[in-house]
């Protein structure tokens, strides 16, 4: 049957274009690759090139014809051995793929499907997938997680020290562990978090990098891909943003671009946000840069217990993770539970003080700050909820949402801007499923929406303090 | 020591590399260069009649380069490009049907329609991707060689990069670092004259392949329309680099037929420099009129013409009769279950 030669669109968008030229004629043999016509639109002039060996049949086109609409049979092509008279009876062939071509443009101008519809596809199956129930906005209980068990047996470590035995297990226990950073093997951390493990570990397994973001994140990635399990050490966040394309683009979308065949498990962490009168360039934080990306898992430890379980978590975990450390933090000290399973269920918040008057969510050095305002308020009469976020991605939507049932008050606060900040997030997730039980505004208490000063005292204005907490607190209590 | 070296040098060992070449050998390279061809003529054709959308770059003139290297590569050794990727994936031994029916965003394809011409991966043909950052890939290669080290498993990562990308800040980071820890990684720069519309004298200082110079890496500009040419340079890199010294960078000075992507016209280049390179200079032709010369027949020849017709014929109906994916799978492959 003869081959019909259709008329190409240039471009996705384009339905229709003039036929300029023809450059071979009836009865001319043609090779693939061979240009045959040109085509042009009001943008570009295009050859066509053959994609079939044959002869040219007949011209169903002329040349100078305006408006053809692509995949129109321009002209017949005759194969091996078939001779012009198969020209007359022909049925047009190409019946399937003109349609789908209509179909494939129709659906662009189709308003977005709302989640509610794809999950009311007919798919027989009953989801139970947390990450996908969480992608669709449920509110689903966090993971069970006997946390208080863990409890019984404890001993005092800094933070610092929590993230450096977390790492050291978790590298006795999988070769493929290694870590990687700026300063990390030698002079044991800029922070000294990785304090002792080159001794331990030799330098295959601890890397000191050149000062190279963007390289060494992407190595890392690439690294990942091919089996190991890199810990990647950012000096501190803000150097982060050279290497952000790599864990955006490269590691947390990899597994979705490729059909769930190939994933990266890594974890990206350092101190993030302010540290003391280090200015504008080296005081930001970056939760909801991070929050707000599907593929990745965002973690920011209050405590070292926090510290230490959700690092072996987030080493564990075969995605992406972003582990959000604070620099002002490494030094304190916390009970940390000996049992080496103590390993927090990434996903699942912590009330860390319980209450009935109010909601505090706070996460990283601002739990303590709402710890402390919570003292003050009880002694002046308000009873507040703190809860210890640990987890911004995926957000424990259940335990924000159960608490301000029984409170309905809460006030979220973070060190970051307030624009599309976690604040935001928490208070559309508060319209969205509590807004009934709601006897206040939602309240933010966050940064200012400037960069940061290096003056002691304009600092400490931009940052979030007690007293601001306990402003915000008494405020949704409407209380003076 | 390191030496940077013009293609002249290569001129001894190609005297030889044509006597020792078997007819075998050299249709493979004839049948496994016109499969890349006729992949990409025939997805021009479905993106014409829509059934390709978004962006495709297509491969066509620079044939000769992955299928040079590939000949030379070992199973163990990992691959990794930018987003001009089909003919990496085919060089690699993936299924032209899982290939082209990613193209139209199916579920049969390599992603189950979820990646797209620029994002397809195989862990079993070790082929790292199909990646749409101009320089992310050369990164990511560095760091395939950096596991291919750790687990000593004598593997090599070849690291594909265009002209354009090698002017990444992230590449001389790399270059760096691979260097630095003696890692297997061959970059390989397909310098096929333009990135876009730029031609590469107006993008880049210098010479690509003495970019390594001042860390220490060997590199090589190579006929990249020349397999033969191609494939003896990447056996002396992958040698060198597998015997533990770390990284090498090949030049290849190819050529891309088409425009950069299908919508665009090429109107920065003259139409005679375009023909006088599929004229002169095209690898599929050279490799063809060499076969001649060694008294193959025509005939030999068009059977292994035919059998690619009906490949590619088969792939491109099972990329059309391929479903698009299920609604729910939107949802799936974002994160790895958690248990
Ligand atoms: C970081 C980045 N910047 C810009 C682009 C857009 N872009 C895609 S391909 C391309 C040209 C690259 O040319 P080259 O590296 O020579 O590769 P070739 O396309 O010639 O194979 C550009 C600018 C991109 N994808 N990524
Ligand atoms: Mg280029």
Not at chain 1, 22 to 37: P, Q, R
Not at chain 1, 90 to 107: I, T
Not at chain 1, 111 to 137: F, H, K
Not at chain 2, 220 to 245: H, K
Request: negative net charge; hydrophobic residues 40%; glycine residues 8%.
């Amino acid at each position: 049957m003869p081959i019909e030669i259709l008329m190409p669109a240039l471009s996705p968008t384009m339905a229709e274009g003039n036929l300029a030229k023809w450059l071979k004629s009836e009865g001319d043999a043609i090779e693939s690759g061979d240009v045959i016509a040109e085509i042009e639109t009001d943008k570009a002039t295009m050859e066509v090139e053959a994609v079939d060996d044959g002869v040219i049949g007949k011209i169903l086109v002329p040349a100078g014809t305006q408006n053809v609409a692509v995949n129109t049979p321009i002209a017949l092509l005759l194969e091996d051995g078939e001779s012009a008279d198969s020209l007359s009876d022909r049925k047009s062939s190409n019946k399937v793929q003109p349609q789908a071509y209509e179909e494939a443009n129709k659906k662009e101008d189709s308003p977005a499907m709302s989640s509610e519809q794809i999950v009311g596809q007919p798919t027989g199956a009953v989801i139970e997938n947390r990450d996908i129930l969480y992608a669709q906005g449920a509110v689903i209980e966090p993971p069970p997680f006997d946390e208080a068990a863990f409890f019984t047996d404890t001993k005092e470590l800094s933070v610092r020290e929590a993230l450096r035995d977390a790492m050291a297990e978790e590298m006795r226990a999988d070769e493929t562990v290694y870590l990687m950073g700026e300063e990390v093997a030698q002079y044991n951390g800029a922070y000294k978090v990785s304090q002792g493990l080159l001794d331990e570990f030799g330098e295959k397994r601890v890397i000191d990098t050149p000062i190279t973001e963007h390289g060494f994140a992407g190595m890392a990635v690439g690294s990942a891909m091919n089996g190991l399990r890199p810990i990647v050490e950012f000096m501190t966040w803000n150097f982060a943003m050279q290497a952000i394309d790599h864990i955006i683009n490269s590691a947390a979308k990899t597994l979705y671009m490729a059909g769930g065949k190939l994933g990266c498990p890594i974890v990206f962490r350092g101190p993030n946000g302010a540290a003391s009168r280090v200015a504008a360039q080296h005081s930001q934080c970056f939760a909801s840069w991070y929050a707000h990306v599907p593929g990745l898992k965002v973690i920011a430890p209050w405590s070292a217990a926090d510290a230490k379980g959700l690092m072996k978590a987030a080493i564990r975990d075969p995605n992406p993770v972003v582990f959000l450390e604070n620099e002002m933090l490494y030094g304190q000290s916390f009970d940390v539970p000996t049992d080496e399973n103590y390993v927090i269920p990434i996903g699942r918040a912590k009330i860390e003080r319980t209450g009935s008057d109010v909601t505090i969510t706070a996460f990283s050095i601002n739990v303590g700050k709402a710890l402390k305002a919570a003292e003050e308020l009880a002694k002046q009469g308000i009873d507040a909820e703190v809860i210890n976020l640990r987890t911004l991605r995926p957000l424990d939507r259940w335990t924000i949402l159960e608490s301000v049932k029984k409170t309905n008050r809460i006030v979220s606060v973070e060190e970051g801007w307030p624009a599309a900040g976690i604040g935001a997030e928490i208070a559309a997730l508060c319209c969205e499923h509590v807004f009934d039980y709601l006897d206040a505004p939602v309240t933010r208490v966050c940064g200012k929406d400037v960069p940061m000063p290096y003056a002691a005292n304009l600092e400490a204005l931009v940052l979030p303090q007690s007293d601001d907490i306990i402003a915000a607190v008494k405020k949704v209590c409407y209380v003076d | 020591m390191v030496s940077a070296k013009e293609t002249s040098s290569k001129e001894e060992r190609n005297e030889n590399s044509t006597t020792n070449l078997s007819i075998d050998k050299l249709k493979k390279f004839y049948h496994d260069m016109l499969l890349i061809r006729r992949f990409e003529e025939k997805a021009a054709q479905l993106y014409g009649m829509g059934l390709i959308g978004g962006f495709c770059h297509l491969y066509i003139g620079q044939e000769a380069v992955v299928t040079g290297i590939t000949s030379v590569q070992k199973h163990q050794d990992t691959v990794v490009t930018t987003y001009r990727d089909h003919a990496h994936m085919l060089a690699c031994d993936m299924d032209p049907k899982g290939i082209m029916a990613e193209l139209t965003g199916r579920i049969d394809g390599y992603s189950r329609g979820k990646g797209g011409s620029m994002h397809m991966f195989s862990l079993e043909k070790n082929f790292f991707g199909g990646h749409g950052i101009v320089g992310a890939g050369t990164s990511i290669g560095t760091g395939l060689g950096f596991a291919h080290k750790y687990k000593n498993d004598d593997g090599v990562a070849i690291a594909y990069m265009g002209d354009g990308a090698s002017n990444q800040g992230q590449v001389a980071e790399c270059y760096n670092m691979a260097a630095l820890w003696d890692l297997p990684v061959l970059f390989v720069i397909e310098n096929n004259k333009y990135g876009m519309g730029t031609d590469v004298s107006r993008s880049s200082a210098g010479q690509l392949y003495r970019r390594g110079e001042g860390y220490g890496i060997p590199g090589e500009q190579v006929d990249g329309m020349d397999v033969l040419a191609v494939r003896d340079a990447a056996q002396q890199a992958l040698n060198y680099i597998r015997s533990g010294n770390g990284p090498y960078i090949l030049e290849m000075m190819t050529y891309r037929y088409r425009g950069h992507s299908m919508s665009d016209p090429a109107k920065y280049r003259t139409k005679e420099e375009v023909s006088s390179m599929k004229d002169e200079r095209d690898p599929i032709i050279n490799v063809k009129s060499i076969l001649l010369e060694m008294d193959v027949e025509e005939n030999d020849l068009k059977e292994i013409d035919k059998e690619i017709k009906s490949i590619i014929k088969e792939s491109a109906t099972f990329a059309q009769e391929s479903p698009e994916p299920p609604l729910e799978d939107l949802w799936t492959d974002v994160l790895v279950e958690s248990k």
